[in-house]
Nanobody
């Protein structure tokens, strides 16, 4: 059982920046695939960014060059830095994690995330 807790959501102007945080376990921060997802109900959830246990990152095309996923192992926390936001970035953002191992190449897999936070709302203003 891995706990996930997002924070940092709020309102930001178009072109502005916001940093989301996700507190998780000591083991997960170092050994799991960590990621951020967003959703505007009733639309489907979108994978935004992921960080594997070796520090390799992947991003959705829609956020490449604007968002950065990172982690602070000492704080058991990982982040989504959102820069130059657009109206399309408004969503409920969830952090998530899944165990990975040698069979995954220690990369984030396609099988989906297992542990999820409850979400934090990001709104965009003009």
């Amino acid at each position: 059982q891995v706990q996930m807790m997002e924070s940092g959501g709020g309102s930001v102007q178009v072109g502005g920046s916001l940093r989301l945080s996700c507190a998780t376990s000591e083991y997960a921060i170092s050994n799991y695939c960590l990621g951020w997802f967003r959703q505007v109900p009733p639309k489907a959830q979108e994978a935004v960014a992921a960080l594997d246990s070796r520090g390799r990152t992947t991003y959705a095309d829609s956020v490449k060059g604007r968002f950065t996923i990172s982690k602070d192992k000492s704080a058991n926390t990982f982040f989504l830095q959102m820069n130059n936001v657009t109206p399309e970035d408004a969503a409920i953002y969830h952090c998530a994690a899944v165990a990975i191992g040698v069979h995954d190449g220690r990369r984030c897999p396609n099988r989906g995330m297992e542990y999820w936070g409850k979400g934090t709302l990001v709104t965009i203003s003009s």
